[in-house]
């Protein structure tokens, strides 16, 4: 009755109220409910304006042009991955290694990881204030973008992608370096003998995409290659279980609510299959190892990479040297990241030390210098460490190491230069 009152005030002061057709006394209902505290509550309506007013969130509504880009791009993934599987130009080897992919596979991947490291520790060093040691590692990725827009091999998109999303979601400067190399691959594409191309249509439209779209699109891109990989080589073959690793390290990364338990493999099942030293376990600690420091939970990393560093120790020296080394260092790595973090000076100091040792083991192992970001910022700890517990000496052994690693860095793009 109350709110009936109130609705025909509200109409206007010609406005009467009738209750089963006889005009009511509006004084008199006032003073009743002020006699006897009668409140209005809220009718059914205002109750859903209200609640709808606190739940709906402002959502992003795209453009149909947007729609239609991104839907084209993932279409022309689609179709790469298809037709690159059925020419024969994507090879099955067997289920224990990566697909062939490429001619020049171990260039490819060398140029892969210089583009990752290359940005990475470009963007530390500028952020550190050392703009020439930064512009070198920054000019090496966009170096590395010119091969990798011309390659074949399977991994070169996706790692392009990924690298866009973070560097995006970054910051305003990363942001510009994200816009920056968008433009470098787009006119790389140009340089494509073949205008008929698969690749060319993709790495064009890069030019179109919205980058603040790229977590969404990323995934389905992810979602293209694991569903192509399963059809075309089987839910077994390494190649396949790598970019479901990929994917599950990706929805981590963005997903802090999602445990590791969640989205990767259990190494319970995957030791009775394939044995402790095989490749699918040592992947699935290496990425437990990674998440884990990248959510800042030191002591679990600390954990994950003492067992990496005890499973890389089990594989075969013999035949299998490089993966020996590859995972005995990330496992050394973030061992001494994690006490460092920890403040546990001695045993990050140990942790490093080692890793500097068998990282000069892994470089007569591959040309490459896969680690090499790495044992910078390595030797730059090791440093900060002595110089806490005052031991002059190793303090300057350690800064004269990182002092030969700038001369090499400068003399290898003086010598590119030429």
Not at 138 to 147: P, R, V
Not at 171 to 193: C, S, V
Not at 245 to 274: G, I, K, M
Request: aromatic share 10%; charged share 30%.
């Amino acid at each position: 009755m109350l709110r009936q009152v109130e609705h025909t005030k509200n109409q206007g002061p010609d406005r009467v109220l009738t209750l089963h057709g006889r005009i009511t006394n509006v004084a008199k209902i006032a003073r009743y409910s002020k006699r006897n505290q009668l409140v209005r509550r809220p009718g059914t309506r205002e109750i859903v304006d209200q609640i709808a007013e606190l739940s709906v969130i402002p959502r992003r509504i795209e453009s149909p042009e947007t729609i239609q880009i991104e839907e084209k791009f993932l279409h022309n993934i689609q179709l790469y991955i298809k037709g690159s599987f059925e020419l024969g130009l994507w090879r099955f080897v067997d289920n224990e290694h990566l697909i062939e992919s490429s001619t020049v596979q171990p260039k490819d991947q060398h140029s892969i990881y210089s583009f990752y490291s290359g940005v990475r520790s470009g963007c530390e060093r500028l952020n550190a204030g050392e703009g020439k040691i930064g512009g070198i590692h920054l000019g090496d990725a966009f170096k590395s973008i010119d091969e990798l827009v011309l390659s074949t091999y399977h991994d070169v998109l996706p790692n392009i992608i990924w690298q866009l999303t973070d560097l995006y979601n970054g910051g305003p400067e990363q942001r510009k370096l994200a816009e920056m190399i968008r433009q470098h691959i787009t006119e790389a594409a140009q340089t494509y003998p073949l205008p008929d191309d698969p690749r060319r249509p993709i790495f064009k439209a890069f030019k179109s995409l919205d980058l603040s779209h790229m977590k969404d699109l990323e995934d389905k891109m992810m979602d293209c290659f694991v569903d192509n990989f399963r059809f075309f080589l089987g839910a077994r073959c390494y190649s396949t279980f790598v970019m479901e690793s990929n994917r599950a390290r990706r929805r981590l990364d963005w997903a802090n609510y999602l445990t590791l338990d969640e989205c990767l493999p259990d190494l319970h099942v995957l030791d009775q299959v394939f044995g402790p030293s095989n490749l699918r376990p040592l992947e699935v600690i290496r990425r437990r190892t990674e998440v884990s420091f990248k959510r800042g939970l030191y002591a679990q990393t600390k954990t994950e990479s003492n067992r990496l560093v005890e499973r890389a120790l089990l594989v075969c020296p013999e035949n299998e040297a490089w993966t020996r080394q590859y995972f005995l260092l990330k496992g050394l790595q973030y061992l001494g990241d994690s006490q460092f973090c920890l403040r546990e000076s001695a045993g990050a100091t140990a942790a490093y030390e080692e890793f500097i040792r068998q990282e000069a083991v892994f470089s007569n192992l591959t040309p490459g210098f896969q680690f090499r970001p790495a044992k910078f910022r390595i030797l730059e700890r090791l440093e900060e460490l002595a110089v806490e517990n005052h031991e002059t000496g190793r303090v300057a052994a350690w800064r004269r190491q990182r002092e030969e690693m700038i001369d090499l860095l400068e003399a290898e793009k003086a010598f590119l230069n030429l």
